[in-house]
């Protein structure tokens, strides 16, 4: 590995490290985007809460250290998060479903994650990082690409987009806002941390998924989406959005673009580094 994938690595840990060991600081209050969508995520990784015919859903569940801030953002909205009925992960790593846990033994929630990452929970478990702030929990189901998941006033297509991790999977989510149907969509896992080709070959992961990473970006691209939800939520500024946010949900409404032209950043980053293998 590189000096400065080394660097790069060692920096990323160490942030990692600080907001796990200080989780309040991560505190980050709840709110409203559109239809019957809320984020109820930290200040550094997203999680949403769907509010379903069939049930309340929670996309993602952070790490285990701020579970107390999921919790307390999800009764902030006026939902109880003994509710939660599903609890769909976007991969595998530990600051998304760090927490999955104790959601499960919370809610008695039914768990889903892509198949292709359930090797990290039984093979690999190195490969979760930060293996030991994971307890483990139960994988109720793996997604469907090939259908549509309904919950009535909202429903769900998962979409294999491999790269991030193999089984990182992206959301495509119908709701209706202020009676018109609108099309959210959730990337899974954008960043290209791990993507390198010192990082995959210490990991032991095929250098294939830097170009299974671009074809799907390439795909996501040709979606039309109206609002873009962030796993991370630096990467499409949905806090300050909140902010700007008038109640109407407009703020997150993407009238220039802002799907394909956060794809193509991530792409142009991607194809340098394959530059560099």
């Known amino acids: 590995m590189t000096e400065e994938n080394k660097k790069r690595l060692e920096a990323l840990n160490q942030k990692l490290i ?11 209050s709840p709110f409203h985007i559109v239809g019957d969508i809320y984020f ?24 285990k250290e701020t579970c107390y801030l999921l919790f307390d953002n999800i009764r902030a909205l006026g939902y109880n998060p003994e509710k939660i009925k599903y609890l769909l992960l976007s991969h595998g790593h530990f600051d998304h479903c760090g927490a999955a846990k104790l959601v499960q033994e919370y809610s008695g929630c039914e768990i889903y994650l892509g198949k292709r990452d359930h090797f990290f929970f039984t093979e690999r478990p190195d490969l979760i990082l930060f293996e030991d702030r994971v307890p483990r929990f139960e994988i109720n189901n793996f997604y469907d690409y090939d259908g549509v998941m309904d919950f009535g006033n909202i429903k769900i297509r998962p979409i ?16 209706i806002h202020n009676g018109e149907k609108v099309t959210c969509a959730m990337h899974g896992g954008i ?27 390439e795909y996501l691209k040709t979606l039309k989406v109206d609002v873009v939800l962030a796993s991370h939520s630096h990467q499409y500024n949905m806090i300050e959005r909140s902010t700007k946010d008038d109640g109407t949900g407009k703020a997150f409404f993407d009238n220039e673009n802002g799907w394909q032209k956060m794809l193509d950043q991530f792409m142009e980053l991607m194809k340098k580094i394959i530059s560099e293998n």
């Open 18 to 28: 600080n907001f796990v060991e200080h989780p309040w600081i991560l505190k980050q």
């Open 40 to 63: 109820v995520g930290n200040s550094y990784v997203s999680c949403f809460l769907l509010d379903t015919e069939k049930g309340l859903i929670l996309i993602d569940a952070a790490f």
């Open 160 to 175: 294999l987009t491999p790269g991030h991790t193999p089984g990182t999977t992206t959301f495509l989510i119908e709701t």
């Open 191 to 217: 960043g290209i941390n791990g993507l390198t080709r010192d990082e995959l070959e210490s990991n032991g992961l095929p250098l294939s998924l830097q170009q299974d990473f671009l074809n799907s970006l």
